[in-house]
């Protein structure tokens, strides 16, 4: 688990179902992560999707939690995806974030990703970290930019435009 003044990040939970649902079940939500709602199927399959990756390389999304009140706002880490899109992707961890519309504007995205970000250093080591951002979902990338990520690259993923972005170990 990881604590920051506002935040709790920590594992996944089977009773984290239902909100993780409730989250990409969001048309407005999901806009830019693959511009549909998810299914209760396709939910459980991220939920379990998201387990696995703990379990077989040791770092993953975390679940972000709201001190205050204990709510689920949101989703937010690093993972490994093998989505195809080469060399310089592939093989390094990317970051990524999912917050719900009570979650946003509140900052809770910079403040989950510099705690995750940190704690893989840590735990990890030092690493080139990616990510891949629809170029008009222009919130994500200024907090990329406000995280050090930098466009390395434009490519079309599951029939989308998005922008590569990197950043370098710290």
């Known amino acids: ?7 709790l990040l ?5 009773a984290d179902f239902d909100a993780i649902h409730a989250l990409r079940s969001d048309a407005e939500t999901m806009r830019f992560i693959g511009g549909k709602a998810l299914t209760r199927e396709e939910s459980w399959q991220r939920l379990t999707r998201a387990a696995g990756h703990w379990a077989l390389l040791g770092f993953g999304f975390f679940v972000v ?4 009140g204990g709510r689920m706002v949101g989703e937010a880490g690093l993972m490994r995806a093998e989505r195809g899109l080469g060399e310089k992707f592939d093989p390094y961890p990317e970051a990524g974030w999912l917050l719900s519309p009570q979650g946003r504007g509140h900052g809770y995205a910079q403040e989950a990703m510099r705690a ?4 893989f250093a840590e735990s990890h080591g030092p690493s080139r970290s990616v990510c891949i951002i629809d170029p008009a979902n222009a919130a994500s ?4 930019q406000k995280l050090g990520y ?4 434009a490519t079309r993923y599951k029939d989308s435009e998005v922008t590569m972005l990197e950043r370098a170990g710290a």
């Open 150 to 153: 930098k466009a390395f690259g």
């Open 1 to 7: 688990m990881i604590d920051t003044p506002r935040l």
């Open 10 to 14: 920590r594992p996944y939970a089977l």
């Open 141 to 144: 990338l200024c907090l990329a």
């Open 65 to 68: 939690v709201e001190k205050a």
């Open 116 to 119: 995750a970000l940190a704690w």
